[in-house]
């Protein structure tokens, strides 16, 4: 058969509030005009983010039920090392309530000072974290990275030049490497197991340890295994394993690739930084076999790292997205390419070239969605990135992100958003840019207000 189909069949539903054109022009009139201040109730269809929004599936809602919520040491930790492990084999695993404590953590043990963070491309919170602890964030992501029209198919790799020259310089200010997998802030591109060696190879040589941040570490498993000639006849579960064979420790949001609404982990090798970590997981989240979440979190999680490695669901998740991104593209839409795990980016300054950029082309794009069809996207770039941050952004083009959560939305959905674009493009010299009337730096994106020029 050549039709991909969700690998699920759906037991329970949530139902979705209809509304009407006017009744959405009122709703974002309330808003301010800013998305991400409408009620998600309100919102059709929510691609904001991949983040937490997955549907578990019936064993982990069962699973639930087992979780122990002793205070210390409860059998449900355990399980949930023992799940990790089997793919990350780090000695260290600390439990999180989601990705940032642990960077939190992470970044407060290692840096002082001066120290010097490369990473391909950092995400806003591991950014934001390193530089809250004095260090300083650098992206050192492939040139290919920041051409749209590059089809290589790992546009999420490190730099390994760059890094050599950045080690050679800096050696003595910089305590770790970080490979953000896949990387999220280039279009959610993977990184290849070539690159993942050659750069652990590299931190080898200059003895300083690598970390993952491996939010999507299956997605990016899976493209390895599609698009890395070697990997084709190697399984998920073979290819994570050795992705993590290359790494020191690892900060993990189990949000995304372990399929759960909440958790996440740091785990390492040096006892020294994990005695440091596990004092400040104390301080901060809880005792350490817990890290902030309940024993019912733990158990869900260990089997959303199963579930998520899942080579039938990977296969369907990675399809669905390159279905949305090939449908948008056959209906003119600019869509950043080769599509990666999460999402589509859609080139708003490409797709809305009348609106100059300072009238927030990629808010009147996300206004457009809502209006015409209850879909809420995210614009990162202009409004998303304070000054600092984009300064060392890898893209300044407006990009406005499709982030698809998992196991939530259908075929029909998907194809839903593709009309409502078309119909948008179709009218697209109608619609006009945006003022900023309120700037909230610095949670800019979730509170700036703006209104229709
Ligand atoms: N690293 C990456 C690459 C991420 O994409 C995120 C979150 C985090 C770290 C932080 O994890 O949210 O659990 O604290 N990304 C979400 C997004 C918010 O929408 O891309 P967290």
Same mark, same amino acid.
């Given at each position: 058969?050549?039709?991909?189909?969700?690998?699920?069949?759906?037991?329970?539903?949530?139902?979705?509030?209809?509304?009407?054109?006017?009744?959405?022009?009122?709703?974002?009139?309330?808003?301010?005009?800013?998305?991400?201040?409408?009620?998600?109730?309100?919102?059709?269809?929510?691609?904001?983010?991949?983040?937490?929004?997955?549907?578990?599936?019936?064993?982990?809602?069962?699973?639930?039920?087992?979780?122990?919520?002793?205070?210390?040491?409860?059998?449900?930790?355990?399980?949930?090392?023992?799940?990790?492990?089997?793919?990350?084999?780090?000695?260290?695993?600390?439990?999180?309530?989601?990705?940032?404590?642990?960077?939190?953590?992470?970044?407060?043990?290692?840096?002082?000072?001066?120290?010097?963070?490369?990473?391909?491309?950092?995400?806003?919170?591991?950014?934001? =974290?390193?530089?809250?602890?004095? %260090?300083?964030?650098? #992206?050192?992501?492939?040139?290919? $990275?920041? +051409?749209?029209?590059? !089809?290589?198919?790992?546009?999420?790799?490190?730099?390994?030049?760059?890094?050599?020259?950045?080690?050679?310089?800096?050696?003595?200010?910089?305590?770790?490497?970080?490979?953000?997998?896949?990387?999220?802030?280039?279009?959610?591109?993977?990184?290849?197991?070539?690159?993942?060696?050659?750069?652990?190879?590299?931190?080898?040589?200059?003895?300083?340890?690598?970390?993952?941040?491996?939010?999507?570490?299956?997605?990016?498993?899976?493209?390895?295994?599609?698009?890395?000639?070697?990997?084709?006849?190697?399984?998920?579960?073979?290819?994570?394993?050795?992705?993590?064979?290359?790494?020191?420790?690892?900060?993990?949001?189990?949000?995304?690739?372990?399929?759960? =609404?909440?958790?996440?982990?740091? %785990?390492?090798?040096? #006892?020294?930084?994990?005695?440091? $970590?596990? +004092?400040?997981?104390? !301080?901060?989240?809880?005792?350490?076999?817990?890290?902030?979440?309940?024993?019912?979190?733990?158990?869900?999680?260990?089997?959303?790292?199963?579930?998520?490695?899942?080579?039938?669901?990977?296969?369907?998740?990675?399809?669905?997205?390159?279905?949305?991104?090939?449908?948008?593209?056959?209906?003119?839409?600019?869509?950043?390419?080769?599509?990666?795990?999460?999402?589509?980016?859609?080139?708003?300054?490409?797709?809305?070239?009348?609106?100059?950029?300072?009238?927030?082309?990629?808010?009147?794009?996300?206004?457009?969605?809502?209006?015409?069809?209850?879909?809420?996207?995210?614009?990162?770039?202009?409004?998303?990135?304070?000054?600092?941050?984009?300064?060392? =952004?890898?893209?300044?083009?407006?990009?406005?992100?499709?982030?698809?959560?998992?196991?939530?939305?259908?075929?029909?959905?998907?194809?839903?958003?593709?009309?409502?674009?078309?119909?948008?493009?179709?009218?697209?010299?109608?619609?006009?840019?945006?003022?900023?009337?309120?700037?909230?730096?610095?949670?800019?994106?979730?509170?700036?207000?703006?209104?229709?020029?």
């Amino acid at each position: 058969m050549k039709t991909i189909i969700e690998p699920f069949r759906i037991k329970s539903v949530e139902r979705l509030k209809m509304t009407t054109e006017a009744q959405r022009k009122h709703l974002l009139k309330n808003a301010h005009y800013n998305v991400v201040l409408l009620n998600s109730d309100d919102v059709l269809i929510d691609l904001l983010t991949d983040s937490g929004t997955t549907a578990m599936s019936s064993e982990q809602w069962a699973s639930l039920h087992l979780g122990d919520e002793s205070y210390v040491r409860s059998p449900s930790y355990y399980k949930f090392v023992a799940a990790v492990q089997k793919y990350m084999p780090f000695k260290y695993v600390l439990p999180t309530h989601q990705g940032r404590p642990a960077e939190r953590i992470l970044a407060s043990v290692v840096s002082q000072d001066g120290s010097i963070i490369p990473n391909n491309s950092h995400f806003d919170t591991t950014r934001a =974290n390193f530089s809250h602890a004095k %260090a300083t964030p650098i #992206d050192l992501v492939i040139d290919e $990275a920041k +051409d749209p029209t590059s !089809l290589y198919p790992f546009k999420g790799n490190m730099d390994i030049p760059k890094l050599a020259l950045l080690l050679e310089k800096s050696q003595q200010n910089i305590p770790l490497i970080m490979l953000t997998i896949t990387n999220n802030s280039v279009g959610g591109q993977p990184v290849s197991m070539a690159n993942i060696r050659q750069t652990s190879e590299l931190c080898k040589s200059f003895n300083i340890p690598l970390f993952f941040d491996a939010c999507r570490f299956a997605e990016n498993a899976y493209l390895i295994k599609r698009n890395e000639a070697e990997y084709q006849d190697v399984s998920i579960k073979s290819i994570v394993q050795e992705m993590f064979s290359y790494a020191d420790g690892m900060t993990m949001s189990a949000k995304k690739d372990a399929l759960v =609404n909440t958790g996440g982990w740091l %785990a390492l090798n040096d #006892d020294h930084w994990a005695e440091k $970590a596990m +004092d400040q997981l104390l !301080l901060t989240e809880g005792f350490i076999t817990y890290g902030g979440l309940a024993g019912r979190d733990l158990h869900a999680m260990a089997l959303g790292i199963e579930e998520g490695i899942d080579e039938d669901y990977l296969k369907y998740r990675i399809n669905s997205i390159e279905y949305l991104g090939n449908a948008l593209d056959k209906v003119g839409i600019p869509v950043h390419k080769p599509f990666g795990g999460h999402a589509i980016y859609i080139d708003v300054e490409a797709m809305f070239s009348h609106i100059p950029v300072s009238a927030h082309p990629g808010q009147a794009l996300n206004m457009a969605l809502y209006e015409e069809a209850g879909i809420r996207a995210c614009e990162i770039s202009s409004v998303k990135l304070d000054n600092s941050a984009k300064q060392q =952004n890898t893209s300044e083009k407006i990009i406005v992100r499709l982030a698809i959560p998992r196991r939530v939305y259908t075929k029909s959905h998907l194809d839903y958003i593709v009309e409502a674009f078309d119909n948008i493009n179709r009218r697209k010299e109608q619609i006009q840019g945006l003022n900023m009337t309120l700037d909230a730096h610095p949670l800019r994106q979730y509170a700036a207000q703006f209104e229709p020029i």
